[in-house]
């Protein structure tokens, strides 16, 4: 399958280079300090605050970790050979985005020592320990597709980790606006907003109506950016 042809070229290019080391390390010891740090001073078996957390760091590492996925092979005129062969422009930007997201999976499987922790300390309830995984996975999920996304707009990879970053904020201002307006204009932001679903996650509420949303984001930007390189190739 020539998806899984660049899923492995990708993974691979990740983890020769420090960048995926890096990044997963840095993401690990944060939420690390901040489950230290709430565990011991609340001595609430909780992990609702480190998700948000989490997500919180997130927003900063993803557009590092997309921002060379398509930008790197525009700037080295690959991603023309990519185009002229028989590679699928689908399979290529589908190989990278789960490339990108197995760098971020692993770093979630790591961090399941934590509820280990409390498990083994305390009596933890784990059901909102799974719902807050399960947000924490697709939050993250939507991140790397927007990251992606900025990555096929310019062959200039701190550009594109700008544009990244850029439309995150932009999507976390949007949160933030729901505590301003009221009515129809509360409930159209709340219904569009990335954070107000993952608190329904952290509370341990699990909604296919918010799991759907996220694949909804999802889907849209990475079909966007198939779009992109795809028009790209005819131009």
């Given amino acids: ?6 899923y492995k070229r990708e993974l691979k290019s990740y983890f020769l280079s420090p960048l995926a080391y890096v990044l997963v390390g840095f993401l690990l010891l944060i939420s690390g ?14 992990m609702s605050p480190v998700f948000g957390n989490m997500v919180f760091v997130f927003m900063f590492i993803s557009p590092i970790l997309t921002m060379k ?13 990519l185009m ?27 961090s399941l020592i934590y509820p280990l922790y409390l498990k083994i300390y305390s009596t933890p309830d784990f059901g909102p320990i799974l719902t807050g995984y399960i947000g924490t996975f ?16 310019t062959e200039n990879q701190l550009i594109a980790g700008v ?30 907003s990335l954070l107000q679903r993952f608190t329904n996650f952290q509370n341990g509420v699990l909604s296919l109506n918010d799991v759907v949303f ?21 131009s």
């Fill in 33 to 46: 300090y901040f489950f230290a740090t709430f565990v011991l001073s609340t001595q609430y078996a909780l």
């Fill in 138 to 153: 697709l939050m993250g999920a939507a991140f790397i597709a927007i990251g992606i996304f900025a990555s096929s707009l």
């Fill in 163 to 192: 544009i990244g970053f850029s439309i995150l904020l932009l999507f976390w201002i949007v949160s933030w606006l729901g505590d301003v307006f009221q009515g129809t204009a509360k409930n159209i932001v709340d219904n569009i």
């Fill in 69 to 81: 996925l398509i930008s790197e092979e525009m700037k080295n005129g690959t991603d023309q050979l």
């Fill in 84 to 110: 002229t062969s028989p590679l699928r422009i689908t399979d290529m930007v589908l190989g990278k985005y789960f490339a990108a997201l197995t760098v971020y999976t692993l770093s979630l499987v790591v």
């Fill in 1 to 6: 399958m020539k998806m899984l042809t660049i």
């Fill in 214 to 234: 996220y694949l909804s984001v999802i889907i849209f930007f990475v079909f966007v950016t198939i779009m992109v390189v795809d028009k790209r190739r005819w």
